[in-house]
DNA sequence: TGACTGAATTATGAATTCATAATTCATTAT
DNA sequence: ATAATGAATTATGAATTCATAATTCAGTCA
């Protein structure tokens, strides 16, 4: 803390900005499915706001590679193909090996506890057959590696990415053996993290990540 | 090609994209210094383009992180501090790495002739002493192995990055031992390419991208 | 002389307007 | 009935306008 007081600046985000995480959220959610248009006016009715900070908000989101403009044709839902999850997931696989490697070097005692907590409710939500509650742990066991590699530059070209291969409709659907194997693969990677070994973790990461992807391709090429 | 005439559609690009990558050329090219507020009416004036499209292109720049807006009073070039580096280097490592192990499994003959041409090339420009040139040299080269990765995620990812890393301040001034160091690296590393060891490239260009950084470091310290 | 105040100026964020491009739809000709 | 044409409608890209926030600067007072 800085001031004497304590006193923060009050927080006044830009509409743009504030459109950008709205958004993002809304496509991550397939409140538009991948591949439609982007229904510009009726957002902007929506948020109420005029077109030129959606616009703005548009193209970010354009070159975050979310949604796809069209030069005089609007903007597109990104739709992501078989090809694009082949491309990004060895690129999100190096990136989480990565994470786990620094995450070692710095992780605490407190946070090694947590994880454990993490990976503890996960088992449980996957006995008890929960697979949203079991997401938002898996998503903050990553999230808290991620932290604890403490580089934010890491941390925003993973966001980017993993923002870009989840939509939704890859979201939660794995089968009932790859979810078992899921779970035993973070049993073990919670172990590399809490003897620190950062060679063996970064490699769990990266298989961890190339098993769910495999399962995924197997998902979508049955329909 | 697909069209039987081979008549291929007329290249119409929005403003704002075309501002997007002369600014960021712009800015490259340090010709406003990191830090410095970006004069955004002027820049109009210069581009002769209105507002809209310039706003446009910063927020996406923004986005990007190389520039920095500050609600309410405008556009800065983004400042790269050591922190920054230490943060961005090993990331840069990782996906150079990951670059080179889908490079062996992907790259042609023709490929490693090239990529051979270069490497002479740049030994040759080492000895001339020919900064420019070596500079030039060793930016075919790296592409030339994200080329052959053929990964457009993992390209677009890597662009973003050294977009971002490589500011003009911090171009093309290593010491003579450096230099040195890093034309033997560039022979390993071409070398393992020829013999298509992704392990071992993978290996090379990772210790190659962290040396550069330790001697950027260097310089960085020393002024 | 130097620090404070507040008016004038300038810059920014966002809405609106305008020109042009794309799409839709009715009409016509086959 | 179907395909082609062109007018009407709608959407998009970009410029302009407008309200508000930030900055500058002259004037005032200690």
Known sequence: MKSKTGVTPIDRPSLHAQLVDRLRELLLEDAFPPGSKIPE????????????PMREALKVLASEGVVQLVPNRGAWVADIDIEELEA???????LEALAGKL???????????????????????????????????????????????????????????AVRLRTGRFKAN???????????????????????????????LETHI??????LIRMVRQG
């Open 174 to 204: 794995e089968d009932q053996a790859r979810w078992a194997q899921a779970v035993e693969e973070h049993e073990a990677i919670v172990s590399a993290l809490r003897e620190r070994n950062a060679d063996l973790l970064s490699k769990l």
């Open 88 to 94: 990004g997931f060895p690129v999100l696989a190096a």
């Open 103 to 161: 995450a070692c070097a710095r992780i605490t005692d407190t946070e090694i506890a947590k994880a454990e907590k993490h990976t503890k409710a996960m088992a449980a939500f996957f006995k008890s057959g929960d697979r949203r509650a079991y997401f938002r742990e898996n998503e903050a066991i990553h999230r808290l590696i991620l932290e604890a590699a403490a580089n934010p530059i890491l941390s925003q070209q993973h966001e980017a990415l």
């Open 210 to 215: 190339e098993n769910k992807f495999q399962a």
């Open 41 to 52: 006016a009726d957002l902007c009715q929506s948020f109420a706001v005029s077109r030129t």
